[in-house]
C-alpha cells in the first residue's frame, strides 16, 4: 500500500465551481504538509504549507488538514481556467525531514 | 533574485550510458533536494543536499548519486542507464537544513530519454 493516496483522479469543472482534492496519509510520522501546483513542463510551485490541524486560507484557496484521520484537503473557490494544471500534495516526516514524499497529483481542468 | 535553473533541460541517453544533470539553487538557499518524476505520477525523493552531505535518501539504488558544492550548487548522477530511468528529473532549493521551513522552490526540470 502506497504511503499517500490522492484523489480524484481527471477532474473538469466549468469555471467558477468550488474544487475539492484530497490526500489520506499512512504514515503517523508526516508533520508538516504542503499542497504544490505544477503546469505542464514546468516545475511544481508552493501553494500552501501547513503543520497544523485545521483550515488556513489564502485567497481562492483553503487547506485542510486532520491528523487524526490522517487526510488533507484543497479547496479552491471560483475556479478560473487559469487554475488548470496538475495538484500535488507533498507530505514531510517530523525527524529525517529531508524524506518527503509526494502524492501522485490529480489533474484539473477548468472550463470557460 | 534567481531562481533554481536546471540544465540540460532535454537529454538523449543510451542504456548503459553515465548522466550528469546540474541544479543552480535559488540565492539564499544552501539545500537541495532530487525528484525523480515519471510520466502520469508525483515527483519521488532521490536525495537532499545539505552543506555538502547528504542528508536523507529514498528508495533508489547507488547509481544514482550526488553533489553539492560550496555556492550550494548540485549534481546528480545517474550511472549504468536503464529504460526505466527515463523521466522528468526535479531539483528543488530550500534555506533550511530540515528542508521543509517555508517550502521548496523547484526548477523546470531536466527530461531524460534512455534509449
Known amino acids: 500500500q502506497k504511503e499517500v493516496e490522492q484523489d480524484p483522479g481527471p477532474l473538469s469543472v466549468p469555471e467558477g465551481a468550488i474544487v475539492s482534492l484530497n490526500c489520506t496519509y499512512s504514515n503517523s510520522a508526516f508533520q508538516y504538509f504542503m499542497w504544490y501546483r505544477q503546469y505542464s513542463r514546468k516545475g511544481p510551485e508552493l501553494l500552501m504549507y501547513?503543520?497544523?490541524?485545521g483550515n488556513k486560507e489564502d485567497g481562492r484557496f483553503t487547506a485542510q488538514v486532520d491528523k487524526s484521520s490522517k487526510y488533507i484537503s484543497l479547496f479552491i473557490r471560483d475556479s478560473q481556467p487559469s487554475d488548470s494544471a496538475t495538484y500535488l500534495c507533498?507530505?514531510?516526516?517530523?525527524?529525517?525531514?529531508?524524506?518527503?514524499?509526494f502524492g501522485d497529483g490529480t489533474t484539473l481542468t477548468v472550463k470557460p | 533574485e534567481t531562481g533554481v535553473t536546471q540544465s540540460p533541460t532535454h537529454l538523449i541517453k543510451t542504456r548503459g550510458q553515465q548522466v550528469t544533470l546540474r541544479c543552480s539553487s535559488q540565492?539564499?538557499?544552501?539545500?537541495v533536494s532530487w525528484y525523480q518524476q515519471a510520466l502520469g505520477q508525483g515527483p519521488q525523493f532521490i536525495f537532499q543536499y545539505y552543506r555538502e552531505e547528504e542528508n536523507g535518501r529514498g528508495n533508489f539504488p547507488p547509481r544514482f548519486s550526488g553533489l553539492q558544492f560550496p555556492n550550494y550548487s548540485s549534481e546528480l548522477n545517474v550511472n549504468a542507464l536503464e529504460l526505466d530511468d527515463s523521466a522528468l528529473y526535479l531539483c528543488?532549493?530550500?534555506?533550511?537544513?530540515?528542508?521543509?521551513?517555508?517550502?521548496?522552490?523547484f526548477g523546470s526540470g531536466t527530461r531524460l530519454t534512455v534509449v
Open positions: 528543488a532549493s530550500s534555506k533550511s537544513g530540515q528542508g521543509y521551513g517555508a517550502g521548496y522552490t
Open positions: 501547513t503543520y497544523s490541524s
Open positions: 507533498l507530505f514531510f516526516p517530523g525527524t529525517n525531514a529531508g524524506k518527503s514524499t
Open positions: 540565492s539564499g538557499h544552501n539545500t
